[in-house]
C-alpha cells in the first residue's frame, strides 16, 4: 500500500508560480508510474501531467505544456509539479497519483492509476 499526499497548493494571481509536492509513504515510489491530475469545481477530473518510474517518459495535457514540469526524486519518494504561467483555468483540486509502471510508463488514464492522494487546492485569481 501507498500514501500519497500533496502539498503546495494555494492561491496566485494569473501570471504566478506554485509548486506541488506529492510524497509517497508506506512503500517506495520506485517502480512507480505517478501522474498529477486535477479536478476543477462542476467537471470531471482530468490529467494534467505523468512521469514515468526513471523519468525516462513524461506526458503533459496540451493547455500545460511549456508552462508546467513534472519531475521526481525517487531517493526523496517526491513528486513534483512546477506550474508557471498560471490561469485561472487552472484553478481546481489537484491530486497526485501513482500505479506500479515500467520503463516508459506515462500513462493519463486516470482509471489504471491505484492509488490516490486527498488533493490540494490551487485557486488562480486576481
Known amino acids: 500500500q501507498v500514501q500519497l499526499a500533496e502539498s503546495g497548493g494555494g492561491w496566485v494571481e494569473p501570471g504566478g508560480s506554485l509548486t506541488l509536492s506529492c510524497a509517497a509513504s508506506g512503500r517506495s515510489f520506485i517502480r512507480n508510474t505517478v501522474g498529477w491530475f486535477r479536478q476543477p469545481p462542476g467537471k470531471e477530473r482530468e490529467f494534467v501531467a505523468a512521469?514515468?518510474?526513471?523519468?525516462?517518459?513524461?506526458q503533459y495535457k496540451e493547455s500545460v505544456k511549456g508552462r508546467f514540469t513534472i519531475s521526481r526524486d525517487n531517493s526523496k519518494n517526491t513528486v513534483t509539479l512546477q506550474m508557471g504561467s498560471l490561469e485561472p483555468e487552472d484553478s481546481a483540486v489537484y491530486y497526485c497519483?501513482?500505479?506500479?509502471?515500467?520503463?516508459?510508463?506515462?500513462?493519463?488514464?486516470?482509471?489504471?492509476?491505484?492509488?490516490w492522494g486527498q488533493g490540494t487546492q490551487v485557486t488562480v485569481s486576481s
Open positions: 497519483a501513482s500505479r506500479p509502471g515500467g520503463v516508459y510508463d506515462a500513462t493519463s488514464d486516470k482509471r489504471l492509476y491505484s492509488y
Open positions: 512521469i514515468s518510474w526513471n523519468a525516462a517518459k513524461t
